[in-house]
C-alpha cells in the first residue's frame, strides 16, 4: 500500500514493504474520530525501548491511561516540532486531571545524531514529564517501529549531508499494551484532544 513518510518536512507517498505497515493497513477511519481505529488491533505490549537514562519503557500505558508514541528526530525541520507542539495543546484542552492520564514518548530515528541529552532537551522542551527513547541498537529500533506499522529511513550522502524520512503518525497505546489509534501527520491540537477525551472515558468505562 501507500503509507506517507516524511522527507525532510514534505510528507510523500512512498511504497512501504507489509511488515512495516502492519498497523495501518488495517486501520479504517471513523466518523466520530479525527485518527484512525486500528483494525484489526495490533499489540506493541512485548515491545520495550531505553530512555536517555538507561530505564527500559514497556510500550503499555498505565491502568485506565494512554500511551502516545511517536518516531521522529530532533534534526526535522517542521514536521516534527509541529506534531509535538500539537499534542502540548491537545494535552492543554483536556478536562481537568485528564492530562494526567496521557503519558507521551518520542523514540529517535536519528540516534547517531540525537545525543541521550540532545534527545532529552528536544523532548522536555514541548512537553516537560514526556518521555524520549533512544537505542543504538539498529534491529531493536527497526523491530520497535515495525511493531507500531511504522517506517523510517536515515542516509548520509559522501558529502554528509544527511538525508531523512519516516512515517509522521502518532500512536496511541491502550494499557493492554495494543495499538487503538493512529493519528496522521497535520492532525491539529483540537482533533487531538477531542479523540484523546474519547478514548480515556471509553477506557474508564472499561
Known amino acids: 500500500m501507500l503509507h506517507p513518510l516524511v522527507v525532510a518536512g514534505l510528507v510523500v507517498s512512498t511504497a512501504v514493504a507489509p511488515v512495516a505497515c502492519s498497523g495501518s ?5 471513523s466518523s466520530s474520530y479525527s485518527g484512525y481505529v486500528v483494525d484489526p488491533p495490533v499489540s506493541v505490549a512485548d515491545v520495550t525501548l531505553p530512555t536517555t537514562d538507561g ?3 514497556p510500550m503499555v500505558a498505565r491502568p485506565d491511561g494512554l500511551a502516545l508514541v511517536y518516531f521522529g528526530y530532533t534534526y526535522c525541520p517542521d514536521v516534527c516540532p509541529t506534531t509535538m507542539s500539537d499534542l502540548r495543546r491537545a494535552l492543554g484542552e483536556l478536562p481537568d486531571g485528564e492530562a494526567d492520564r496521557v503519558d507521551v514518548a518520542m523514540v529517535t530515528i536519528d540516534p547517531a545524531r540525537d545525543s541521550a ?7 522536555g522542551n514541548f512537553i516537560a514529564d514526556a518521555t524520549a527513547l533512544r537505542t543504538d ?3 531493536l529500533l527497526r523491530s520497535a517501529a515495525d511493531a507500531f506499522g511504522a517506517d523510517y529511513a536515515v542516509e548520509q550522502t559522501p558529502d554528509g549531508e544527511f ?7 502518532v500512536y496511541a497505546v491502550d494499557d493492554s499494551g495494543t495499538v487503538v489509534m493512529q493519528w496522521p501527520f497535520g492532525t491539529g491540537s483540537e482533533s487531538f484532544a477531542r479523540d484523546l477525551e474519547s478514548l480515556l472515558s471509553q477506557a474508564t468505562e472499561n
Open 137 to 139: 541498537d539498529p534491529e
Open 25 to 29: 493497513e488495517g486501520s479504517t477511519a
Open 163 to 169: 538525508e531523512v524520512s519516516h512515517t509522521g503518525e
Open 55 to 57: 530505564t527500559e519503557f
Open 117 to 123: 541529552e540532545v534527545l532529552e532537551g528536544y523532548v
